[in-house]
């Protein structure tokens, strides 16, 4: 096989194993796709010193299509609440825009090392949270929203996992009587 049919069916496979642990599990795809782009990627000539940037770039463009899509379809359906929106997109604009900017400076090797222990964190906390845990009945201010939504952007761009994963972060938003923020 060639190098082009290689990587496609790379991809591929990294996206129907990171869709259906993601279904099965209830957690973002970026934390199976990183790992199989860490492995893929160095075979396919990308060099170690940007091999976590590119991985990460990767994963969240895969990201972007779907993430768009549950967007419409939970608009359509009359679960968004918009002026939720209007706090949590600016901050997390801005946070994903601090990420990127951030990206330029750090080694491969230290966004490794954030990505690993922030998939300890949800390891954790998956491990320990039943489906009955709930943090609050009602929203946080503006404030909380805003650092939430900063973070839950900035991680993401530094991890590669598009924040389907940060459930820690995104319960102290939940259980309102929203169905989606």
Do not use: C
């Not at 990587?7 to 199989?36: K, T």
């Not at 679960?79 to 939720?84: G, K």
């Not at 990206?103 to 300890?120: D, G, H, K, N, W």
């Amino acid at each position: 096989m060639d190098y082009w049919t290689i990587y496609i069916l790379s991809l591929l496979a990294a996206g129907l194993a990171s869709g259906f642990v993601a279904g099965l599990f209830g957690v973002g795809g970026g934390i199976v796709r990183i790992p199989i782009f860490l492995f893929l990627f160095p075979i396919l000539g990308i060099h170690a010193d940007v091999l976590m940037h590119v991985a990460a770039g990767t994963s969240l463009a895969l990201a972007i299509p779907s993430a768009i899509m549950a967007s419409r379809a939970q608009y359509k359906a009359g679960n968004l609440d918009l002026d939720f929106l209007k706090v949590w997109v600016p901050a997390l604009i801005l946070g994903v825009l601090i990420g990127i900017f951030t990206m330029r400076y750090v080694t491969s090797r230290f966004l490794e090392q954030v990505f690993a222990f922030v998939i300890l964190i949800v390891s954790i906390q998956m491990f320990f949270t039943t489906s009955e845990f709930k943090i609050t009945k009602e929203f946080p201010g503006v404030a909380i929203k805003a650092l939430s939504a900063f973070l839950i952007g900035f991680i993401s761009i530094m991890t590669g996992t598009a924040g389907g994963s940060f459930k820690l972060l995104r319960s102290l938003l939940l259980d309102t009587g929203f169905t989606a923020l």
